[in-house]
C-alpha cells in the first residue's frame, strides 16, 4: 500500500522540498546517491572497478520543463563521458540516461529535442568505446523512448535501453528487441501504473519477467538483467547455460547500494556484473522510488528521525 503513495510523493515539489530540507536526509541518501557531483561519483567508479565491477552512470535529473535545462542535462553527460574517457575505462563504464531530463516532456517538439540532445551523447559515447543505455520512465514515454532508440541505433547500433516486465507490451517489445546488436535492460518496473497498462501484483510481474528473460536469452541481443531478486538471477544463469551463452554475452545489473555482497559475489564468479551509479543533486525522485522498493528502506529512513 505504501508504494503508490510513495511514489506519488516522488512527483510532489513541495515533498521535495521538505524531504531535502530535512539533516537527517543526507546519510540515507548516501546509501543510494554516489555523491551530489562528479568528483565524489569518480571515486566510487575508480573503487567499483578496481574490484571487478562494471558502472553505468546516471546524473540524475528528470521531467525537465525548459530547454535551457536540458541543454545542461546533455553538457553534464558530455563531461561525464569525457571524464570517463580521461579515466581509461572504455566500456567498463557506460552511461544511462532519462530523457525526460533531455527534454522529451515538453510540450513544442519535446521528442525531437530530447532526441537531438541525446545524440551529442551518443556521438561522444561511440567516439570513446562506450555506450548510452536508455532508461525507461512511466508508460506514457515508452513510445518515445524507443522511437529515439530506433532513431539513435542506426549511427549507434550498440545503444541500449530499458523494458519493465510490469507493462503488458513488454512481451512484444522484448520480442522486437531482442535481435542481432541489441542491448536491453530489462527490469520490473519503478513507477506507478495504473491497471489498464499494467500488472498489479508481485506474481504476475515476476512470472512477466521470466517470460521476458526467455525472449531476450533465445535472442541474438545482449541481455542486461536489471534485478536484484535471487529467483530472477537464477533463472537467467540456467536461461543463459541452456542457450550456450557465456558470461559476457549477457550481463547483470544492479543499483549502487542495493545488495553488494551478491554483486561481489557474482562477479567473482566469473559473471559480468554492472552497477548503476547515481550521482547529482537532483536525486529526490530517485531516492523516493527506491523507498518505494522496500518498506524497510522506509523505516531506516523514518527512524533516522527520531531523537538519539
Ligand atoms: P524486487 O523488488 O522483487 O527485489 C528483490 C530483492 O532485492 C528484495 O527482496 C531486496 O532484497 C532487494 N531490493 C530491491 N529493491 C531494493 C531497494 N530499493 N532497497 C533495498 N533492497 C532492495 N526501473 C524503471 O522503471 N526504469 C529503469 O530504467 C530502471 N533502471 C534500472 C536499472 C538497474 C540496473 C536496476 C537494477 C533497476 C532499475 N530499475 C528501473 C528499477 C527496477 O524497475 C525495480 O524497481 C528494482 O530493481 C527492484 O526490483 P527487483 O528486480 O530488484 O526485485
Redesign the pocket.
Known amino acids: 500500500m505504501l508504494g503508490p503513495v510513495l511514489l506519488a510523493a516522488s512527483r510532489s515539489d513541495r515533498l521535495r522540498r521538505v524531504v531535502a530540507a530535512a539533516p537527517v536526509t543526507r546519510p540515507v541518501v548516501d546509501r543510494f546517491v554516489a555523491g551530489d557531483a562528479l568528483h565524489p561519483a569518480m571515486d566510487t567508479v575508480r573503487a567499483l572497478t578496481a574490484s571487478g565491477l562494471d558502472v553505468?552512470l546516471d546524473h540524475l535529473g528528470e521531467d525537465v520543463t525548459d530547454r535551457a535545462t536540458a541543454r545542461h542535462t546533455r553538457d553534464a553527460y558530455l563531461r561525464l563521458l569525457e571524464t570517463l574517457a580521461a579515466a581509461g575505462l572504455g566500456d567498463r563504464a557506460e552511461v544511462s540516461v532519462k530523457l525526460s531530463a533531455f527534454g522529451q516532456a515538453l510540450p513544442d517538439g519535446g521528442h525531437d529535442v530530447a532526441l537531438e540532445n541525446v545524440r551529442s551523447v551518443a556521438e561522444l559515447a561511440t567516439a570513446n568505446g562506450t555506450t548510452v543505455t536508455l532508461?525507461?520512465?512511466d508508460h506514457t514515454t515508452v513510445d518515445s523512448t524507443l522511437a529515439v532508440l530506433h532513431e539513435l541505433r542506426r549511427a549507434h547500433p550498440r545503444t541500449g535501453a530499458?523494458l519493465?516486465s510490469y507493462l503488458f507490451r513488454t512481451e512484444a517489445d522484448a520480442r522486437d528487441l531482442a535481435t542481432a546488436g541489441s542491448r536491453v535492460?530489462l527490469?520490473?518496473?519503478?513507477?506507478n501504473e495504473p491497471a489498464h497498462v499494467a500488472f498489479q501484483d508481485?506474481r504476475s510481474v515476476d512470472r512477466a519477467y521470466v517470460r521476458a528473460l526467455r525472449t531476450l536469452f533465445a535472442g541474438d541481443g545482449y541481455p542486461m538483467v536489471?534485478?536484484?531478486?535471487p529467483r530472477?538471477i537464477a533463472i537467467a544463469q540456467e536461461l543463459a547455460a541452456r542457450a550456450g551463452r557465456a558470461p559476457g554475452s549477457y550481463e547483470f545489473?544492479?543499483?549502487y547500494g542495493?545488495?553488494t555482497a551478491e554483486q561481489r559475489r557474482l562477479a567473482e564468479a566469473g559473471e559480468r556484473m554492472r552497477i548503476?551509479v547515481p550521482y547529482g543533486a537532483d536525486w529526490y525522485g530517485y531516492f523516493m522510488?527506491?523507498l518505494a522498493?522496500?518498506p524497510a528502506?522506509l523505516a531506516f529512513f523514518l527512524r533516522s528521525f527520531a531523537p538519539s
Open positions: 553505468t532508461d525507461m520512465e530499458v519493465q535492460r527490469v520490473k518496473g519503478a513507477y508481485r536489471g534485478s536484484h531478486d530472477m545489473q544492479m543499483l542495493i545488495r548503476y522510488r527506491r522498493e522496500r528502506n
